[in-house]
Each structure stands twice: as C-alpha cells, then as structure tokens.
C-alpha cells in the first residue's frame, strides 16, 4: 500500500487524459498547425502533468513519510532525504 | 510551413517517446509501485515535455518571428506579443 | 541606449524593494523567526526578481532584437541567439 | 529554535551576497548595460535566492516538521500541510 493507493483511479484518469494531449500534440504536428498553438498545448500537458506530480507528492508525505517518522522507523532519515532529493528535482525542474 | 516544419519527424518521434513515458507511468500506477519512482519518471517527462517545448520555441523565433520582423510585416507586433506571451507562460510554468 | 533605457526609473525602484525584502530576511534571520514565514518572504522576493526579468526580456525583445532583426543587421543571429539562451536559462531556473 | 539555527550565520552570509547582487545589479542599471548582461545577473542572483529557500526548506523538514510528526504533536497535521503549501509555492514558482 503506497499514499496514494486511495486515489489511484483519479490519477489513473488524470494520466490517461495526458497521453490523449500527448497524442493530440502529435496530430498537431503532423498538420503541420501554427507553432504557437503547439507550444500552448505542450504549456498545458505539462501544467497537468505537474500537478499529478505535487499531488502525489502531498499523500507520499502525508502518509508513507510521515508513517516512518511516526513509527520511529530507521528508515525514516532514508524516507525524509529522498523525499527531499524528489522536491528539489521538482522545483528546479 | 511553419519554424519545426524541417524538424517535425524528430519531434513526432520525442512525442512517441513522451507518450511510452505516460502509458508507463499508467503501468506504475496500476501495479502500485512506489510514489518515489513514479514521480521520478514524472519528472523525466515533464523534462522531456520541456525540452520539445523550448526546441519549438526556438525554432519559432528564429523562423517565424524572425521573418515577420525582417518583412517589416504589420504582424511583426502581434508576432512578437504572442511569443513573449508563451515565453511569460514556460517560464511561470 | 537599451530596450530598457525608458523603464529605467522604474526598474530601479523595484530593485530597491528588492534589496529592502532581502534586509528583511537577513533580519529575520538575526530574530530568528519560523521557518515557514521566512520561505514565504523568500518565495516572495524570488517572484519580484523573476517579474524584473520578464519585464526586461520584453523590453529587449520589442526593442533590441527587433531593431537588429529590422535592419538585417549581421549581428542579428547573434542577438537572436543570446536572447534564447537567457530565455532558456529563465524557463529552466 | 527552528531549524536552521545552527545554519544562521551561513544563511546570512548567503543573504548578505544575494543583497550585494541586487546593489550590483541597481549599478548596472545606472550604468546602463547591456540588457543581456544584467538578466544574466537576475537569473544567478535568483539561483543564489532559491538555493538559500531549499537549504531552509531541507533544515525545516528535517528538523521542525519531523519533530512534531515524532512527538505524535497534534500540531503535526498542520505542520505537514503548511510545508506542503510552501513545497508547491516553490515548484509553481
């Protein structure tokens, strides 16, 4: 059981609406459509995927860190460093 | 014909790419691996997403943009609006 | 003269806030006030620097690249070069 | 005592440089130099801003956050939500 094991059918449904932006970026190229109107789909299948991502970063330290923590367990320095390692990858991108 | 036309296969072909990265981040999900890896492979391709989208932008500037300013064409200044418009966007994210 | 020459004054009053919210911080500091309220004064100050940034690339861009662009200047693929780059380094942090 | 306590004097010296930055950058201004230049300065001195946020960040989580998620603090709920909000400000800039 992962954080966020709760709501796999909502991230599920998010990713599956990605892919189809995804897909339709390529039909946008292959029509040869204006650069612009590419670039602000790309803008916005990146905004979503970002968000699937803060999203499960908020149940994995709501739940699977702060467990760790909560329990005393030794992996709980592990937990909280690559919890970190992952923010930073986000914020810098 | 439009800035990416002469790099539309090599685009095609990243956007497949990106496309393999969401079906298995929807694998991931459905065999609910850890949030650790799945938001490292969100990360990789948002990366990507990232990388086509400032590959695009560059060829829109220098082709595009560029053109319209050169013809002194009345559209250099919406040209030029709509580019820094999606500049503003990429780098707010 | 720079695309930013007319904006000048401005500019340098949103510096000066600038610098007034980072002796702010080093403040904070000294008094040692919470975490979270220093991170959000940072987030802060981040976001006035960034919205200097974006207001000095357009200036730029309407003005110095045009201009380059607009006379056939031999200088043009460099200036339009350069400014990709800084664009780059602003959307990759 | 917060987290980066034991950090204070190296955070300080780091604020001190960013503030130096930002005089430099109002000189540059003055001086009125070339564009590029001083939006190659802005993006170091943003870099030196959001390196000193996620040395904070780090330190905070560490420390405060799992402090109050160890004493089993009622206080923890918030704790973990207010660093999430602070997380999310810094990716989405």
Redesign the interface.
């Known amino acids: 059981?992962?954080?966020?094991?709760q709501n796999?059918d909502d991230?599920?449904a998010r990713?599956?609406r990605?892919?189809g932006q995804?897909?339709g970026?390529?039909r946008m190229?292959?029509e040869?459509?204006?650069?612009?109107d590419?670039?602000?789909q790309?803008?916005s299948?990146?905004?979503s995927?970002?968000s699937?991502?803060?999203g499960?970063?908020?149940?994995?330290?709501?739940h699977?860190v702060?467990d760790a923590?909560?329990q005393?367990e030794s992996a709980?320095d592990e937990k909280?460093d690559?919890?970190?390692e992952?923010?930073?990858?986000?914020?810098?991108?």
């Open positions: 059981m992962h954080g966020y094991s796999s991230i599920l990713l599956r990605i892919e995804i897909r970026l390529q190229i292959e040869d459509r204006y650069c612009i590419v670039l602000t790309i803008s299948a990146t905004k995927l970002q699937v991502a803060t499960m970063l908020d149940d994995h330290v709501r699977c702060r923590i909560g005393g709980a909280v690559e919890a970190l992952v923010i930073h990858r986000l914020i810098k991108r």
